[in-house]
């Protein structure tokens, strides 16, 4: 049986359940369950195949790929990981998962074609963009290499690193972005160690370039040109398509790199088309209309007399954050099988239309392959609860006006005149406070002034869930008595999209899911920045404001779990009060568990403030002088001085982030 600590814990049942998730009181105070938990944060829906809830309310994670695999509990990979010395935050990367990904989508696209007779083939590129990281990198080339699975890149550093790690000729290198003679050198000699590697020209001045580079190096190059679709897709990367997207070329562009091929005998270099209609594009109408438009486009191309051969449909290819499987920004609502089963579809009949061979069809998935890969795991330091004290059966008759007009609205606080008592609670609190300020209300006065009013609110956030119609105002009051924990990351290093662009990830503890989560929280972080938390959570029909969470307990560190952070995070995250790059935890699942494959210790005191130009000699130096005047001095002993010196030598050399001592 669950037993609640105190009074409050039973008030904040309605609070926690979401929108989806409703029981009454009697079944929230008996005996909570795992299926609870499931439905609360939702996890069969976003986690797939991959993330699960055990009996003993820990989340599993498993990526069978058509393998017998272990499920693993996440709290024994953390124990393993403090084991090694390891601190909190962490984030752990399932090789398993990345295997499972590349996988998926080119066993769905090869089937597509399969069972619709589709003539030509798939090969798939990662974009280097989504994630840099030399593991990531390697990992994708490796599983990739089965289905010829390329790289694409943007710049020539990326450029650079790929060909580091390719070795497979049939595999695509597919190079967008704009590009100096160094770039397009590097691509050439590529294509001259046996690689398909495409130039996409993205402005008309590129191509005169490239066509001379080719020249000196004699060889011969792989071109694709980049268009500008009218088609646009919804959600949060909407400007990369449609007419004025600032990247590719309008159709007179297009129809002039033909006529410059053509008039130098080189119209058989042409040979790819691309678009890009954005990224994490939620809706399957939106990638059908795209895809139509630019086989058109392919087709005309081919009776221009060019070579062709590829068409590359760009990412797009979403992951369903929130798991409602809806058109809303942070899901989609198409499976990986329908996304390639349309794409093959409008390919093959705009071509069978215009009797053209059918293209090789490249998409440039990203997000879709590496987002599951990896899960962030952070600890919660301290907690600040949202505490109302009772207010008194009476207030003294000279009390304020406002405070006994805040009194009155509570007294008569009912379902009925819910939105008023809100309202008058708000009027009230506020001449409180403006009574203070003109020095009508002395400090205890304002004290219980405001205790009244939250406690108003509290109450309101109780009795709403009685309501058949909802004012909008009260839709997510709950967030105002929100608890607040306080965890052990940054943000803006490890989550940043959640902090720019109001990302959603799934984000649950990773443990206890078998007791009831009686409170309810918004995330702040440790950077000391007011944009450093996390108010906002996946819900099936909305967005939440709060998190439910568990008490937090003395003897036991509670630990959270944002997952599917895999995408951009790790690029993106940037070094906002010097903290640096986490641990970081590479997983192999096997039959009989996991195993640990590699560990990359997170930035050092040290390491941060190179990256800011500091440096750490020169530092130590001008510490060691600043301590030796003050021992001159008699500001402290030698032995103080020694500790001192080892306090600021331990500390540059220790983990950014809170270390446990």
């Keep these: 049986m669950v037993c609640f600590e105190s009074a409050d814990d039973t008030n904040n049942y309605s609070i926690l359940l979401r929108k989806d998730f409703v029981m009454n009181k009697n079944e929230v105070l008996g005996r909570w369950t795992i299926e609870k938990s499931e439905n609360l944060y939702n996890i069969k829906n976003w986690g797939g195949e991959y993330f699960s809830i055990s009996d003993k309310g820990e989340v599993m994670v498993t990526a069978s790929n058509g393998k017998p695999l272990a499920d693993v509990s996440l709290m024994d990979i953390i124990s393993e990981v ?22 998926t989508l080119n066993k769905s696209f090869l089937k597509a074609m399969k069972d619709l007779e589709y003539t030509g083939t798939y090969r798939g590129v990662y974009p280097v963009k989504v994630n840099q990281q030399q593991q990531v990198l390697e990992e994708t080339t490796k599983f990739g290499k089965r289905y010829h699975h390329g790289l694409e890149v943007g710049s020539k550093a990326e450029l650079i690193a790929a060909l580091s790690q390719m070795d497979d000729r049939e595999s695509l290198l597919i190079c967008n972005g704009y590009k100096d003679e160094e770039f397009i050198n590097l691509g050439l000699n590529a294509v001259k160690l046996g690689f398909k590697c495409f130039f996409v020209i993205e402005m008309p001045g590129e191509l005169s370039t490239i066509l001379e580079c080719a020249r000196e190096l004699n060889v011969k190059p792989n071109i694709g040109v980049r268009i500008k679709l009218a088609s646009r897709a919804g959600g949060h990367w909407t400007e990369s398509g449609g007419d004025r997207s600032i990247f590719g070329l309008n159709m007179s562009q297009v129809i002039g790199i033909v006529d410059a091929l053509r008039e130098q005998n080189m119209l058989d270099c042409l040979k790819l088309l691309h678009y890009h209609l954005g990224s994490q594009v939620p809706n399957i109408r939106d990638i059908r209309s795209a895809v139509g438009e630019a086989s058109r486009v392919y087709a005309e191309l081919v009776k221009e007399g060019a070579a062709m051969g590829y068409l590359d449909l760009g990412g797009g290819l979403a992951v369903d954050y929130d798991g409602s499987k809806t058109n809303f920004a942070s899901s989609r609502n198409y499976s990986i099988d329908e996304y390639c089963t349309d794409i093959v579809e409008a390919v093959m009949n705009a071509m069978d239309n215009s009797e053209i061979e059918h293209p090789v069809i490249v998409t440039e998935s990203g997000r879709a392959i590496v987002a599951y890969y990896s899960v962030l795991l952070f600890n919660v330091l301290h907690v600040s609860n949202f505490e109302v004290n009772n207010i008194p059966e009476s207030i003294p008759d000279d009390s304020p006006e406002s405070t006994a007009s805040l009194f009155w609205a509570s007294t008569n606080l009912t379902v009925k005149n819910i939105q008023e008592s809100y309202n008058d609670a708000l009027y009230y609190r506020d001449q409180a406070r403006q009574v203070f300020n003109q020095g009508h209300m002395t400090l205890r006065e304002r004290a ?37 924990y306080y965890c052990n990351l940054s943000i803006f290093q490890s989550l940043p999209d959640s902090w720019a662009i109001d990302q959603l990830f799934p984000i649950m503890p990773v443990h206890r899911l078998n007791e009831i989560p009686s409170r309810n929280a918004v995330l702040a972080d440790i950077t000391c920045d007011c944009d450093g938390k996390i108010d906002s959570f996946i819900d099936l029909h909305d967005v939440s404001r709060t998190l439910p969470l568990h008490k937090i307990k003395n003897d036991e560190e509670y630990i959270i779990g944002a997952f599917l952070v895999g ?25 009989e568990g996991f195993e640990i494959v590699r560990e990359i210790h997170g930035d050092s005191v040290e390491d941060v403030l190179s990256y800011v130009e500091y440096d750490p000699g020169k530092m130590r130096i001008a510490f060691n002088r600043l301590v030796s005047e003050s ?12 500790e001192i010196v080892a306090a600021y030598e331990n500390g540059l050399a220790g983990y950014t982030y809170y270390e446990h001592q």
Aim: proline content about 3%; charged content about 30%.
């Design 567 to 591: 995408a951009y995070q790790e690029t993106l995250g940037d070094l906002h009060n010097l903290f640096g790059d986490t641990n970081v935890v590479s997983i192999r699942i096997n039959e």
């Design 448 to 484: 219980l002034a405001e205790n009244i009013f939250w406690n108003i609110i509290s109450r309101i956030t109780r009795l709403k869930k009685n309501m058949k119609f909802l004012p909008p105002e009260l839709e997510n009051i709950e967030s105002a008595i929100a608890d607040i």
């Design 631 to 642: 021992e001159k001095n008699k500001l402290i002993t030698e032995d103080e001085k020694f």
């Design 82 to 103: 403090k084991d090694r010395g390891l601190d909190m935050p962490v984030l752990l990367r399932f090789e398993n998962i990345l295997d499972s990904r590349i996988s």
